[in-house]
């Protein structure tokens, strides 16, 4: 059983950056993937990014691309998202999820969701 508790949402102006923290309590096998979706007010969750635990390959699509950037510290069993140039539109509740599957923006896919973290960009 794998639980995560996101962490580093808060307040910040267009422009500027945050870092969340995904972190996980149990094991998390190399083959996991784990993934930072979000949801925005009135809009569906969408898919952000995902890793591979074992050997940190990540998958990613749209405009979030160049912005965020996934990375994980497998010592402190944590995946971290580093955003900048944080726009208006990138407000949303963060939410890491994990689970044996390939790096897919499939929800369905990923067993173990954390409760998710708040994120608002002020213009």
């Known amino acids: 059983q794998v639980q995560l508790v996101e962490s580093g949402g808060g307040l910040v102006q267009a422009g500027g950056s945050l870092r969340l923290s995904c972190a996980a309590s149990?094991?998390?096998?190399?083959?996991?993937?784990v993934v930072w979706f979000r949801q925005a007010p009135g809009k569906e969750r969408e898919f952000v990014k995902a890793?591979?635990?074992?050997?940190?390959?990540?998958y990613v699509v749209g405009s979030v691309k160049e912005r965020f950037t996934i990375s994980r510290d497998n010592a402190k069993n944590t995946v971290l998202l580093q955003m900048t140039s944080l726009k208006p539109e990138d407000t949303a509740v963060y939410f890491c999820?994990?689970?044996?599957?390939?790096?897919?923006?499939?929800?369905?896919?990923?067993?173990?969701w954390g409760q998710g973290t708040q994120v608002t960009v002020s213009s």
């Open positions: 890793i591979r635990w074992g050997d940190g390959s990540t």
């Open positions: 149990g094991r998390l096998f190399s083959r996991y993937a």
């Open positions: 999820a994990a689970g044996d599957t390939g790096l897919t923006e499939r929800q369905d896919e990923y067993d173990y």
